[in-house]
């Protein structure tokens, strides 16, 4: 199974940014689409960015603007760059990367999940 490590969360204050990125190894024949959600303490988790292989992206609305995802195909990285972040924002963030291992089987992964705090 593909496995999925996530890096860059943490606490700032309003307006600032941060920059996170999900490394996904394993038996990975190729990958399809990658994104990123996030769950508020409460809440369900919902989808923020997604990008396909071809490097269309989408966005929910209450980021659009702000973040922008990307992703390096070489190193089967996703990234996720938050600016002028807000309050509501704060949750823990998981990446997903949705592929092919090597023996034809498709694989939908999430991350552990890393936590973004942003104060008032």
């Known amino acids: 199974q593909a496995q999925l490590v996530e890096s860059g969360g943490g606490l700032v204050q309003t307006g600032e940014s941060l920059r996170l990125s999900c490394a996904a190894s394993g038996p990975i024949l190729s990958i399809s689409a990658m994104g990123w959600g996030r769950q508020a303490p409460g809440k369900q988790r919902e989808l923020v960015a997604t990008?396909?292989?071809?490097?269309?992206?989408n966005y929910a609305d209450s980021v659009k603007g702000r973040f922008t995802i990307s992703r390096d195909n070489a190193k089967n990285t996703v990234y996720l760059q938050m600016n002028s972040l807000k309050p509501e924002d704060t949750a823990v963030f998981y990446c997903n990367v949705n592929g092919l291992l090597t023996d034809r089987r498709e694989f939908r992964s999430w991350g552990q999940g890393t936590q973004v705090t942003v104060s008032s």
């Open positions: 990008i396909t292989s071809g490097n269309s992206a």
